[in-house]
């Protein structure tokens, strides 16, 4: 019993996180997302592919715990760095069940959350230790790492929520993060389709 048990889904469960790095003590998958991943999310997929002729690499990762007929929860580590001009980003969702609301908590690193929903209404909120952000069902979420340390961030959502990659890969985000002189500026995505 304790730290690091196996998780029955209707019996309490405890684990254990560490706040340095994110890890968790126990997990039921760790999926990473690789660059090569990212080409059809990427503002600029030709820079994808000038990265990608000296190899690929991971992106982020992310841990997590399933609870069936419950949440799923667990931590997203997005690694510094840049995809041409664009900041290091997940690919970004909608959940199927537009009643399916998500909570992330900053633990680490400098981060924004950019949020739109299918009407076009968007949001950009900072994610950092500390910050907590809670995302309707409705609207489709990305994150986007702007500091030079790994973001860290804690998240909490339905198991029964479902994801939609496919409307961000048609249409993208309306907005991405681009680094020009040296600080992240918010831009209109080129490859946005209404
Ligand atoms: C789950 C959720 C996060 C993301 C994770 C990776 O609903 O919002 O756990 O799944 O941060 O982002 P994606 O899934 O967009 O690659
Ligand atoms: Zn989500």
Redesign the pocket.
């Known amino acids: 019993m304790g730290f690091g048990r196996g998780f029955d889904s209707r019996i309490p469960t405890q684990t254990l996180i560490d706040l340095t790095n994110g890890m968790l003590l126990r997990y039921d998958r760790n999926v990473k997302?690789k660059l090569s991943d990212l080409k059809p999310f990427a503002s600029d997929p030709k820079a994808v592919d000038e990265i990608l002729k000296t190899g690929d690499h991971v992106v982020?990762e992310?841990y997590?715990n399933v609870v069936e007929g419950g949440f799923?929860y667990?931590v997203?580590i997005i690694y510094p760095g840049l995809i041409g001009e664009e900041y290091n980003f997940?690919?970004?969702?909608y959940?199927l069940r537009g009643d399916a609301d998500?909570i992330?908590i900053g633990i680490k690193g400098k981060g924004l959350l950019l949020m739109q929903d299918k009407r076009g209404d968007f949001y950009s909120y900072p994610i950092e230790r500390g910050y907590i952000v809670y995302?309707p069902g409705e609207y489709a979420?990305?994150?986007v790492n702007i500091g030079e340390e790994p973001l860290i961030f804690l998240?909490i959502?339905p198991a029964n929520?479902g994801?939609d990659?496919e409307s961000i890969k048609m249409k993208g985000f309306k907005k991405v993060i681009l680094r020009r002189d040296g600080k992240p500026i918010l831009v209109d995505n080129p490859r946005y389709r209404e």
């Open positions: 997302v982020y992310y997590e799923i667990g997203t997940t690919r970004g969702h959940h998500e992330y995302i979420h990305r994150t998240y959502y929520a994801h990659y």
